[in-house]
C-alpha cells in the first residue's frame, strides 16, 4: 500500500492510503473522476502495520482500495455502509471531529 500523511497547519492532518496498483491510476464514477496520485497518496509503500498505526492516529482519513478499505474495516474504523463503490473499486473516508 501507498501511504502519505498531509500535516495542515491549524487544522491537523490527513492520513491518505491506497492499494499499490491503484496508484497512477484514474478511476470513474459517473461523470467523476478520481485520479490515484503519488502526490496525495505519497510514492513509498509501506507495510500493513505502517497503515494500522496512521489510521490509528489519524483524525481524517481518505481511502481507496480493496485491501486498504478492508484494513480499515477490520480495525473497526469504518462499516462496509460507509463505503462508496468507484467502478469495482471501494473507497471510503473518516472524518473525526
Known sequence: MYLKVHRIP???EVVAV???????VT???GDVKVCITGGFYGTERVDEEEVRKALCD???ANIIGKRAVALAIAMGLVTE????M???????QIFRI
Open 18 to 24: 491506497c492499494d499499490a496498483e491503484l496508484l497512477n
Open 58 to 60: 489519524a483524525g481524517n
Open 10 to 12: 491549524g487544522a491537523g
Open 86 to 92: 468507484i467502478g469495482d473499486v471501494p473507497h471510503t
Open 27 to 29: 478511476l470513474m464514477r
Open 81 to 84: 455502509a460507509d463505503c462508496i
